[in-house]
C-alpha cells in the first residue's frame, strides 16, 4: 500500500494481467473485462486518508431477554464518533473489495470457480455493508434522529461472530463484544440501491448473493460442475474420478 493508504501501482497491474488472462481464454467475457478494467482504474485513483477516531465508552447492559443472557452495547453519539465510523466503514469497505478483486480475478484466470465465487461473496457483503451505512445515514438525516446509531455503531465497529459463541470463546475476547449485524440487512440495502440507481425492483443482490452462497457453503450445487456424468446409462450416470476432473 502506498503512505496514503491507497492500493499501490503494483496490484492494479496485477489486476490488468489477470484481465488480459481472463479476456484470453474467455473472449465472449470482453465486455464485461472491459467494465471491469474502467473500475478497477477509477477505485484505485481515491486515496484512503487517515482520520481520527474519538476514545468512546462502550456500555454493556442486560436486555429483556434474561432467559439467553443477552446484552445490549451502547456507546454515546457524538459528531467525531460518527465521522469516525464513517471512515472506518468507507475504509474498511474499499480496501476489502480492492484486495478481494485481486484474489478473485486472480482465481477466475486460473478457472478456479470455487474460489472465485467464494471471493466474489465476500466481495458482495463489503459493498453491501457500505450500501447499508449509507442507508441509514440518510434515514438518519431525513428524521434528525441519531438514536438508532447507539447501537448500531458498536455492532459495525465492534461486532464479532466470536460473541455468538462467547461461552466457549470467551478467553478470545479482550473485552465484552456485540453480536455483529446480520448480513442480510446490508444485502437488502445492496438491493435498495440498485433499485434506486438503475431501475431494479426484483432484488437480484439476494437472488445472486444466494447463488454464491452455494459455492461458499458445502452444497452439491456449487461443486456439481466438478461431478459432471461422463457416461449415462437408462438408470443411472458415471460419476468420474476427482481427480480426473480436477487434474
Keep these: 500500500m502506498n503512505t496514503n493508504g491507497s492500493i499501490d501501482d503494483s496490484h492494479t497491474e496485477l489486476c490488468e494481467n489477470f484481465l488480459k488472462q481472463i479476456e484470453s481464454q474467455f473472449p465472449e467475457s470482453s465486455k464485461t473485462v472491459s ?14 486518508p487517515e482520520f481520527d477516531e474519538p476514545k468512546t465508552w462502550l456500555r454493556s447492559e442486560p436486555t429483556e431477554d434474561s432467559e439467553k443472557q443477552k446484552r445490549e452495547f451502547t456507546v454515546e453519539i457524538t459528531a467525531d464518533l460518527v465521522v469516525a465510523w464513517v471512515g472506518h466503514m468507507s475504509h474498511s469497505s474499499r480496501l476489502r473489495m480492492e484486495l478481494l478483486e485481486q484474489a478473485a480475478l ?24 457500505a450500501c447499508y451505512v449509507n442507508e441509514q445515514l440518510t434515514k438518519i438525516a431525513d428524521s434528525d434522529s441519531w438514536d438508532k446509531l447507539r447501537t448500531l455503531i458498536p ?23 456485540p453480536e455483529p449485524s446480520n448480513i442480510m440487512n446490508a444485502i437488502d440495502a445492496l438491493d435498495r440501491f440498485l433499485a434506486t440507481a438503475n431501475g431494479q425492483k426484483d432484488k437480484p443482490a439476494r437472488v445472486l448473493y444466494a447463488i454464491l452462497c452455494d459455492f ?20 443411472s450416470w458415471t460419476i468420474p474420478s476427482i481427480h480426473s476432473t480436477y487434474n
Design 35 to 48: 467494465y471491469i478494467r474502467k473500475i478497477v482504474t477509477a477505485t484505485r485513483g481515491f486515496d484512503l
Design 106 to 129: 486472480r482465481e477466475v484466470s486460473q478457472s478456479e470457480m470455487l474460489a472465485a465465487a467464494t471471493l466474489t461473496r465476500s466481495h458482495m457483503e463489503a459493498a453491501a455493508w
Design 155 to 177: 455492532k459495525m465497529l465492534y461486532g464479532s461472530a466470536m460473541a455468538k459463541e462467547s461461552s466457549i470463546s470467551s478467553e478470545l475476547l479482550s473485552m465484552p463484544t
Design 216 to 235: 461458499a457453503h458445502p452444497t452439491m450445487r456449487g461443486v456439481r460442475h466438478l461431478f459432471d456424468p461422463i457416461s449415462e446409462k437408462d438408470d
